[in-house]
């Protein structure tokens, strides 16, 4: 009986993922390479993290205070770097003199009516501002109304104002005594900016002598 004809066949070339999924990796792709992009810039500033870290550190320890103010996800952050001056970061430390200004929502809510939103931050400062206190200040924009008036009465009050903004040139840039400009789209400028709030926790710790292997490891 003849043989059967041998039949060869191509190897089955991988199935394409489906198009709901390539639209997926590529909306990830997209957003970890701005993101990539924008913490390669802030990775520049790595000289200033390091003198801002050393000048809070000193100043705070002598008694003076921060206050921080950002809107919206900028004001989250600017209170995450409160939260971990007044707690702690890594290692265990005395507790430092840190505000956010929004996080106090009658005050916020009082100025907001009486003197409008532009004023929410300035009056605070004016409050609450001495010379050689610090103030921080974080917005994606640099355009903020409220955190340029904020910075300007400040100025006048001999509080040393530090800004984290979005690309420069800027206004809040502009008004700052030093400012960490970082460019790219607004939501890898926003989560750099958590970055660079981490990095400022660490330099202070570092400038007091609190190493990294004290971290409890505290649950947050």
Do not use: K
């Amino acid at each position: 009986m003849p043989g059967r004809p041998t039949v060869t066949s191509a190897a089955a070339a991988p199935a394409a993922p489906p198009a709901p999924a390539r639209r997926a990796r590529s909306v990830v792709d997209d957003h970890l390479d701005g993101l990539g992009a924008t913490l390669a810039a802030l990775r520049t500033h790595a000289p200033r993290f390091s003198a801002w870290g050393t000048e809070l550190a000193g100043r705070l320890s002598r008694g003076q205070r921060l206050l921080a103010a950002g809107n919206g996800g900028s004001a989250a952050e600017a209170q995450h770097l409160t939260a971990e001056l007044v707690g702690r970061y890594r290692g265990e430390r005395e507790p430092l003199s840190a505000i956010a200004l929004h996080a106090d929502t009658s005050t916020v809510t009082a100025l907001g009516n009486d003197y409008g939103y532009t004023e929410i931050y300035a009056r605070q400062v004016r409050a609450h501002g001495r010379p050689g206190d610090v103030l921080v200040l974080l917005s994606t924009s640099g355009r903020s109304e409220n955190l340029l008036a904020a910075a300007e009465v400040a100025r006048s009050l001999g509080v040393t104002v530090w800004s984290v903004t979005g690309a420069d040139p800027n206004p809040l840039a502009g008004l700052s005594d030093e400012a960490i400009c970082l460019p790219g789209a607004t939501p890898s400028v926003q989560e750099a900016h958590l970055v660079a709030v981490h990095l400022l926790c660490e330099m202070v710790d570092a400038a007091l002598g609190r190493s990294v292997v004290q971290d409890p490891g505290g649950a947050r």
